[in-house]
């Protein structure tokens, strides 16, 4: 049911937050960054089996992609639908007891377990009752800040111990990019959504407001990366950032034209790879 390419996301931008870290002058201790990142994909593979679980009857309906449409496993009837739910209780549990075993041990900071709980939160709230955040036209946004906002911060506070606000604004425009990114997706599964009633922001949005909110969405993304200061933002982030402006171009010309979300997911990987790649080198 744990779909490789997201996990392996998960992967991408929890390292990029310890390269945040490394370059403010911080020194990552492997057990540290080890022992976080254990805790964390337990986590997110809670939240992922909840939304396997609470998107059964969408992802039998629609279309599937690498980024969008579920694994296929449970519409498949290759597992129980309730197998999902309680391997997803399993990990939750597995992943916040290691947190706080982390944090009674001293290995894991006060502030990176805080983020851990409360991503872990709006995970599952992102999916099931009592919000289902991603039913009533806000799972857009909780997504976006939890995957472009919350994980790398907690790779950060797992290093630094702490999250500051400088940490946080650097990791706004790919925040932004992710935000785009579930424009795509969801628009993917529009129709199925729509039918079994989840309100995503593609299934009553007209086109082309949904446009208009791309693209202002893209725009705003780079011009904080080019409004935050040197000290904030290594020029090296900046310039190797500038590469996924063409994939981003082409994204905003084929979203709602085309049923793939691919240019739009792949200008959010390129972005997050460049802004990694300069992190590294400014660090």
Request: net charge positive; charged share 10%.
């Amino acid at each position: 049911m744990a779909r490789p390419l997201i996990m392996a996301s998960v992967v991408l931008v929890y390292l990029a937050g310890l390269l945040i870290a490394r370059a403010r002058g911080h020194a990552v201790e492997a057990g540290t960054a080890a022992g976080a990142f254990a805790a964390l994909l337990l986590v997110s593979l809670s939240i992922h089996y909840t939304n396997e679980y609470a998107d059964h009857e969408t992802d039998a309906l629609t279309r599937p992609t690498r980024y969008s449409g579920g694994s296929g496993v449970l519409p498949s009837g290759q597992v129980p639908r309730r197998l999902a739910l309680q391997a997803a209780w399993i990990t939750l549990l597995g992943g916040l007891g290691l947190a706080l075993i982390g944090w009674g041990a001293g290995w894991l900071a006060e502030a990176a377990l805080l983020i851990l709980i409360i991503g872990a939160f709006f995970g599952w709230m992102y999916s099931l009752p009592p919000l289902k955040l991603a039913w009533r036209g806000w799972g857009e946004l909780d997504n976006a800040l939890l995957g472009g906002l919350a994980l790398p911060l907690y790779g950060y506070s797992a290093v630094t111990g702490r999250v500051d606000w400088e940490a946080a604004l650097v990791c706004l425009p790919f925040t932004l990019l992710v935000f785009n990114n579930l424009l795509a997706t969801t628009w993917a599964d529009r129709h199925a959504d729509a039918q079994v009633g989840k309100f995503t922001l593609a299934t009553f949005v007209p086109v082309r407001r949904l446009r208009w909110l791309y693209l202002g969405v893209v725009a705003l993304a780079f011009a904080l990366l080019l409004s935050l200061p040197r000290m904030t933002l290594p020029p090296a982030v900046l310039w190797l950032s500038l590469p996924a402006l063409p994939m981003l171009a082409w994204g905003a010309f084929t979203y709602t034209r085309q049923h793939t979300p691919y240019p739009t997911s792949n200008a959010m990987v390129l972005l997050l790879l460049g802004q990694m790649a300069g992190w590294w080198w400014a660090g």
